[in-house]
């Protein structure tokens, strides 16, 4: 259940987000992103890879998140920021590093992370236990605004 870090140099660190950066295969240019890794204080089995990145065009901001193999897909990935639900986000495939869920960071969703103090993501392992794994929004916009 373990979340793999993605190889990469680190760039720059804000708060409790690191800018990393690498050039994947046949790729002409670095491809940085911002990413944090968390796991559940009661369930230190239980981590995720909280991943920021702008795709290659510049027209969009995605925020994917790696939770690990095990978890219910149909529920998807609840997100609260200060103890407010936000939404659910639905996992999009599973790789045997975890399962993937993504959104579109749309303008509204990126300002509520940037002015955030915490997040609090949940995955569920079965329909009624939901796991609470918190993330911490400190050096957010800092980050984001620094991300290439």
Same mark, same amino acid.
């Given at each position: %259940?373990? *979340?793999?870090? +993605?190889? @990469? ?5 804000? /708060? ?52 690990? %193999?095990? *978890?219910?897909? +149909?529920? @998807? ?5 200060? /103890? ?52 911490? %929004? ?11």
């Amino acid at each position: %259940l373990r *979340v793999v870090p +993605p190889t @990469g140099t680190v760039k720059s660190k804000h /708060g409790a987000w690191s800018i990393i950066c690498d050039t994947p295969p046949g790729a002409s240019s670095e491809q940085c992103a911002m990413m944090q890794n968390v796991v559940a204080a009661d369930r230190p089995e239980v981590g995720l890879s909280v991943v920021v990145l702008k795709t290659a065009d510049r027209k969009a901001q995605i925020l994917r998140v790696l939770a690990p %193999l095990g *978890v219910l897909l +149909p529920n @998807g990935l609840g997100l609260k920021v200060d /103890g407010k639900d936000i939404g659910r986000a639905y996992f999009v495939r599973c790789f045997q590093d975890g399962c993937y869920a993504e959104v579109i960071l749309e303008k509204q969703l990126l300002e509520t992370l940037s002015h955030g103090k915490s997040a609090t993501f949940i995955v569920f392992q079965t329909p009624e236990q939901g796991i609470g794994i918190p993330v911490d %929004l400190t050096g957010f916009a800092e980050g984001f605004a620094a991300l290439p």
